[in-house]
């Protein structure tokens, strides 16, 4: 698609708009006229939440600083958070409701006002839902702050189909440690003196508080930091050891550390005894998976795994495995992350200082407003059916697709998306075209005509996070806080808040009388319950609260405390997933290797971007302009290929192009590619050059949790240009 | 003179540097700086072959020599070394001549195409004077960097010089850089 497909009037806005863009990145001085003032608010550059402050001046913001009152990101922020400003200055952003007139992916939109935008789309939904029920549109959207108002659109609408990120991202892993412990704890990297990560790149692909204690733990207290991973990472570089681990054996190496510090006594009995269930199974089943065994299926040597498995128990409780974050990887990947979940419990690192803590929580109270019938329909995906022990409200989302391709159980023909690329964020790009495709209504809520944007037909456009008031969050943690995101500067183009949209859009399909309120009622309402007072006010003025006092630990450490498992202890062995068909103790089977001549495609972050987002934003744009298949120098030089030529990297499903890097950071077994490249949509031509991963990603899940399985797809790779 | 009686430095945990390059923002947004030249940057060392690895990375900016050649040379006294030791270019007194570009050993300075004067860090001279930390150091995730007043013995930056081995870059040079990196 060219230039020339984007209307006329669309440019002049782009033209428009790129003044100011230049003033912001490149004037030499800026105008500084005017009042300069601050606001306390919460970053939106990726998902965690990091309090920033922004400096506003001449009615532009100058800078965002990091505001160290916020127990968590305390004086961090990263580059993408630095870079955040160029969210509202972006001159290709969506900057009007527009309207679809050509075909689907042609390009060619109308401007519309907001009551046209809403009428229409209320419009097709209304028709959807008289024909097909309100089960025929599906609700899809990513962790946000307004992302409620969205959701309970679609309930209120009627749809059973609301589908969250958690199956594209760590379903398998909150399932894992939530069948173990009855609930998902967070890790307390900061006082830790033994991690272990396993394809957790917590240096580089992501940056966060964790990062930030981990980095401390390791380099000024001297904790140890074991990484495995089949890529040398920053991560790696970081760790004390580094074991190129064979892609999906991670199991494997967890059994034969269970079977070291199980077999020579090495766990905490008394813990054990106390709280946990289903010890002498345990025990016996992993006398089978001896470090010897486990050096077979991951290339680590045995006395290694020895080594791993005794300095760990010495460490504890002040060791962890640490869980990971986007978990989506193999087919066994909830049963591996119960594996890990088992494997701290045995150490007994449960609720102690430097171990695995249970997250605490700050009131908030809620809005009460009309609550709505229950859906009639059951889930399209038929959650109940295959994955019955997943989270209820999150769907699965490869699931959904297939069974909205195949028609079954009922027609689907309408999609609302909020906050989310599924084109670049569902694995194999053909299917969620056809998904596209067979739909009689899309319509997105975005910042930027993403690519599913540009297959939409029609496209609300959000203000950005400096622009807006989102719903005050309580995030769960060692340290709990409350956070707020607040309007910085008024938005800069005919764009509304999330719910704002809900509501033009619920009051067309008579569903008012369920959003009728304002954010500011909405956060009145939720801060009231804070334990200070004027919380509100406290909010506007600082951006966070968080609890005085520091974190407690040992508050689940009593012998009447009741784990929410089905036996109220900690279940190393688990009846449930015995009455679920599943495996009720991890069982170790060996992935599909790939046969001669393929690789397994092994996926990555860089946190200069955040999954397919900020790839389109110039300052971190500069650090990556392109993303390159990472190849070994010995499956290189066979087939010829040498580093920067241009390949053709094909999986059963589709074929990229992409230009190559030679490494010698990779195992020889794999090829890697970074995610968030090789955009579609013209609007993004900023964006960096090189291959959509999503493109070539096979379609596979966990078996228990629904999770995409992201690292089972084997590519072949094909020289078809030199450098230029 | 502002700030008589202080010596601004800095100084560098490599170690803890994980090449995220926040520094590298956080200084493009603060100072105006346009793509294509960085006041601050990462420089990476890769060496082994696999599985025998090794990365590391280091943060480099101005050093504000005690002894700053670029001052030396430059002809029109743009260039200057404030009393608390922060050198800074006067640009409605540089001509661009660029002497000092060629001057430095730490390659710290660019020459600026649409404003005809050489650039380069400030260690955020105006964020300072407010009491502010540099953004560089503000925002660095993994805090690899310290900022302090060397005359300060009960400073962060004292603190951390009188406890732990450290280096500067280049000392043959004569220019007494003043970024200290720590071992």
């Not at chain 1, 800078?63 to 580059?79: D, I, Q």
């Not at chain 1, 070291?260 to 002498?280: H, N, Q």
């Not at chain 1, 045995?346 to 709505?372: I, S």
């Not at chain 1, 228990?704 to 690292?711: D, F, K, M, T």
Request: aromatic share 10%.
């Amino acid at each position: 698609m060219s230039e020339a497909t984007i209307p006329r009037r669309a440019f002049f806005h782009i033209a428009a708009a790129g003044a100011v863009a230049t003033q912001i990145g490149c004037g030499r001085r800026p105008n500084t006229a005017g009042q300069r003032y601050e606001v306390a608010t919460a970053c939106e550059s990726c998902p965690n939440k990091c309090s920033v402050i922004a400096v506003v001046e001449g009615g532009m913001i100058r800078k965002l600083n990091p505001n160290p009152r916020n127990p968590k990101s305390r004086g961090m922020l990263c580059a993408r958070g630095n870079a955040g400003i160029l969210q509202a200055y972006d001159p290709n952003r969506l900057k009007q409701p527009m309207i679809r007139e050509g075909k689907r992916g042609e390009g060619k939109w109308r401007n519309a006002s907001w009551e046209e935008a809403f009428d229409y789309a209320a419009g097709k939904l209304a028709a959807i839902k008289e024909k097909y029920g309100p089960q025929g549109v599906v609700w899809s959207s990513t962790e946000s702050f307004a992302e409620i108002f969205f959701k309970n659109l679609g309930l209120a609408y009627g749809t059973p189909n609301i589908v969250r990120h958690p199956t594209l991202c760590l379903a398998s892993v909150n399932l894992a440690y939530s069948m173990t412990f009855g609930t998902v704890p967070s890790f307390d990297l900061q006082n830790a003196n033994y991690v272990i990560m396993a394809g957790a790149n917590r240096f580089e692909s992501f940056i966060t508080p964790d990062t930030m204690d981990l980095i401390e733990s390791t380099m000024n207290r001297k904790a140890r930091l074991i990484c495995l991973d089949p890529r040398f990472t920053v991560t790696a570089a970081k760790a004390d050891t580094w074991f190129p681990i064979k892609p999906g054996t991670d199991m494997a190496f967890i059994l034969a550390m269970l079977h070291v510090i199980i077999g020579e006594g090495r766990y905490d009995k008394a813990f054990l005894d106390t709280y946990s269930t289903g010890f002498d199974k345990l025990q016996a089943h992993v006398i089978q998976y001896t470090p010897e065994w486990a050096e077979k299926q991951t290339e680590i040597p045995a006395s290694e795994i020895v080594r791993i498995a005794r300095e760990f128990s010495d460490a504890a409780p002040r060791a962890v495995f640490y869980a990971g974050r986007r978990s989506s990887w193999y087919q066994n990947d909830f049963q591996m992350r119960r594996a890990q979940a088992i494997l701290n419990a045995v150490v007994g690192n449960w609720d102690k200082q430097g171990g695995m803590v249970p997250n605490g929580k700050m009131p908030l109270g809620e809005l009460l407003f009309l609550p709505w019938d229950d859906p009639q329909a059951p889930r399209v995906d038929e959650l109940d059916k295959n994955f019955p022990l997943a989270a209820k409200g999150d769907g699965a989302y490869l699931k959904l697709r297939e069974n909205v391709l195949a028609g079954t159980p009922y027609p689907v023909k309408g999609w609302m998306i909020s906050k989310q690329d599924p084109f670049n964020a569902l694995p194999d790009q053909s299917k969620t075209l056809r998904m596209m495709e067979q739909m009689d209504f899309i319509g997105v809520i975005d910042i930027q005509m993403s690519d599913t944007a540009w297959y939409a037909d029609v496209v609300f456009p959000e203000s950005t996070y400096l622009e807006r008031t989102d719903p005050i969050e309580m995030l769960p943690g060692i340290w709990p806080a409350v956070v707020m995101r607040q309007q910085v500067i008024k938005p800069l183009h005919n764009t509304k808040p999330c719910l704002d949209i809900v509501q033009g859009l619920a009051k067309r399909l008579n569903l008012s009388q369920y959003f009728d309120y304002t954010i500011e009622q909405w956060n009145e309402a939720a801060a009231k319950e804070m334990p200070i007072e004027m919380p509100l006010e406290y909010l506007k003025k600082h951006g966070v609260y968080a609890s005085p006092d520091p974190p407690r630990y040992g508050a689940t450490l009593q012998p009447e405390h009741r784990f929410v498992t089905k036996s109220g202890k900690i279940e190393l062995f688990s009846e449930r997933l015995q009455e679920a068909g599943h495996d009720p103790l991890p069982v170790y089977h060996a992935p599909e290797q790939p046969p001669a001549g393929r690789f397994r495609l092994v996926l990555g972050r860089k946190a200069f971007f955040t999954h397919a987002n900020n790839t389109t934003n110039p300052w971190l744009l500069d650090f990556q302009k392109e993303n390159r298949l990472w190849m070994h120098p010995q499956s290189a030089k066979p087939t010829g290929i040498a580093d920067g030529d241009l390949v053709e990297v094909t999986s059963s499903v589709g074929s990229v192009r992409l230009r190559v890097k030679v490494a010698e950071e990779i195992r020889p077994d794999c090829v890697h590619m970074l995610h968030g490249f090789g955009k579609r949509s013209p609007w993004l031509k900023r964006a960096g050059e090189g291959g959509a991963d999503a493109a070539i990603l096979e379609t596979a899940w966990d078996r228990v949790s629904g999770n995409a399985a992201l690292h089972e797809t084997f590519v072949q790779v094909r020289k078809v240009g030199v450098p230029s | 003179m502002k700030n008589e009686g202080k010596r601004y430095a800095l100084a560098i945990d490599s170690r803890k540097c994980i090449n995220c390059k926040a520094c590298v923002v956080a200084c493009r947004a603060e100072n105006h700086v346009p793509l294509g030249h960085s006041r601050n940057w990462i420089n990476e060392e890769h060496r082994g072959s696999w599985p025998k690895l090794f990365a590391s990375f280091e943060p480099e900016q101005c050093h504000h020599c005690a002894n700053p050649s670029c001052v030396r040379v430059c002809p029109t006294g743009a260039s200057y070394q404030r009393a608390d030791g922060i050198v800074m270019i006067n640009e409605d007194e540089c001509i661009g001549c660029r002497y000092c570009i060629v001057a430095c050993p730490y390659g710290a300075r660019f020459f600026r195409e649409d404003t005809g004067v050489v650039e380069k860090c400030t260690l955020c001279a105006h964020r300072v004077d407010r009491g502010e930390a540099p953004a560089c150091v503000e925002t660095c995730p993994s805090k690899a960097r310290i900022f302090g007043d060397l005359f300060d013995e009960n400073g962060p930056l004292q603190q951390v010089l009188s406890t732990r081995e450290h280096r500067v870059s280049k000392p043959q040079t004569g220019n007494s850089p003043q970024i200290y990196y720590l071992f």
